[in-house]
């Protein structure tokens, strides 16, 4: 194949299903689906459609989605609506009792609404997860983009955090039907604990969250350093708990010695990534100091192994710029240089606080709480870990 900065070009497999934008969790809702949209469309005026299969699908069933989930859940996710659960009857307390349309205590925003066009909702950005895996599996792909996808809050049987299925979960199980072992690794803000509740006692899936623990973060209690996975998993959880500031240099000293080592000691056959962009300076939930640039590192040095790669989205709630991030790490998984300035698209007018450029300036002035103290200690707790892995 043809050369590119980052060593061959790769067959790149892409989702985007238009029935998913519509979807709105609420007008005071941080969680906003169009980002997706956004971000295709910013896929395509920079013409990297060309340069990528699109997947096509049907959306997941009740079965696919039922092979990691409760079949209660799923029948609650299936039939509630908003009149129903608006009615106050049985609906509404078997929807509270999934964690759907309950208030959190001391809360007056409800994180998982019984939104209209639920089922069809999950459905869709679940089988676009499940696609792309597929597409891993039968070697049509060597990566598979699914920016819909990647809710990693999401329970067996319980809504989290925005989540309702968890298309991760659903989409290493197709995985594991072809790969050994699967490395799946989450630089979200937020740590990926549905996703390490599935596999907390596996050794075949490993799973590594870089994540913000500051006090009262989502998901509270979840993601310590000291939290390393129980029986055959022992060890094959990684949590890297973070201060708020984190800037790229200091991220990057952390994740790429680590992310080393976790490959040299668990050897994946395919890598699952949760490429979450609260992550990204600005956000309007998380705290951290990451670039662009910074952020698609991450991408750019998993990419580096070689190996089968999802790609999924996540988090993200400054919509300018989660898609273009998300867009930025298509050219990177395609291998292609794109230009800074944003070509003229439908939702240009959404860049013109970064002056149309699709790499903003990271925010000035942010105080940096991850001392040197805070990083050494972290580093030397994980790294100590992973030798227990050591052949
Ligand atoms: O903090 C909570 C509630 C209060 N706790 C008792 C639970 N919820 C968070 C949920 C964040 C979910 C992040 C999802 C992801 O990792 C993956 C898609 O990015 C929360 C927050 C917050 N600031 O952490 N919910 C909301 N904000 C919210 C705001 C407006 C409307 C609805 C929810
Ligand atoms: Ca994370
Ligand atoms: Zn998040």
């Not at 998984?333 to 699709?358: F, M, N, T, W």
């Amino acid at each position: 194949s043809q050369s590119c900065p980052d060593g061959p070009k790769r067959r790149v497999c892409y989702y985007y299903d238009r029935g998913i934008a519509g979807v709105d969790y609420g007008e005071d809702h941080v969680m906003v689906p169009r980002r997706v949209d956004m971000a295709h469309a910013l896929i395509r005026s920079y013409g990297l459609l060309g340069d990528m299969a699109r997947l096509r699908t049907r959306p997941a069933t009740a079965d696919e989605i039922s092979s990691f989930h409760d079949e209660g859940y799923v029948g609650l996710l299936r039939d509630v609506t908003p009149e129903g659960f608006a009615a106050g009857g049985e609906m509404t307390h078997a929807a509270k009792g999934f964690n759907v349309g309950a208030f959190a205590k001391d809360d007056r925003s409800v994180d998982n609404p019984p939104i209209a066009g639920l089922w069809d909702y999950c459905r869709r950005y679940a089988g676009g997860s499940l696609a792309a895996a597929r597409a891993l599996v039968s070697g049509e792909a060597e990566i598979a983009i699914n920016w819909s996808g990647g809710l990693h809050h999401a329970c067996r049987e319980r809504a989290s955090g925005f989540c309702y299925v968890n298309d991760i979960v659903v989409a290493i199980h197709e995985l594991l039907g072809r790969f050994r072992r699967v490395l799946y690794v989450d630089i979200d803000v937020h740590h990926g604990d549905g996703v390490e509740t599935a596999f907390i006692d596996s050794a075949r899936v490993m799973t590594v969250s870089f994540h913000q623990r500051t006090k009262n973060f989502f998901p509270d209690g979840k993601g310590l350093v000291e939290h390393v996975g129980v029986g055959d998993g022992q060890y094959r959880a990684v949590n890297v708990p973070l201060n708020e500031g984190m800037d790229d240099q200091g991220y990057h000293g952390l994740f790429r010695p680590i992310m080393a080592k976790v490959m040299e000691v668990f050897q994946p056959e395919a890598i699952v990534m949760q490429c979450g962009g609260d992550s990204l300076s600005g956000d309007r939930l998380g705290n951290q100091n990451l670039s662009i640039a910074g952020h698609a590192q991450c991408v750019r040095f998993m990419r580096s192994y070689n190996l089968p790669l999802l790609l999924l989205g996540g988090g993200g709630y400054t919509v300018n710029h989660v898609a273009a991030c998300w867009c930025y790490e298509t050219a990177v998984a395609i291998g292609k240089e794109i230009d800074d300035a944003i070509p003229v698209h439908c939702y240009d007018s959404y860049y013109r606080s970064q002056g149309y450029k699709l790499h903003y300036p990271v925010a000035k002035g942010i105080k940096n709480d991850n001392t040197d103290f805070h990083v050494t200690r972290t580093m030397s707790i994980v790294m100590r870990n992973l030798t227990h892995l050591e052949a």
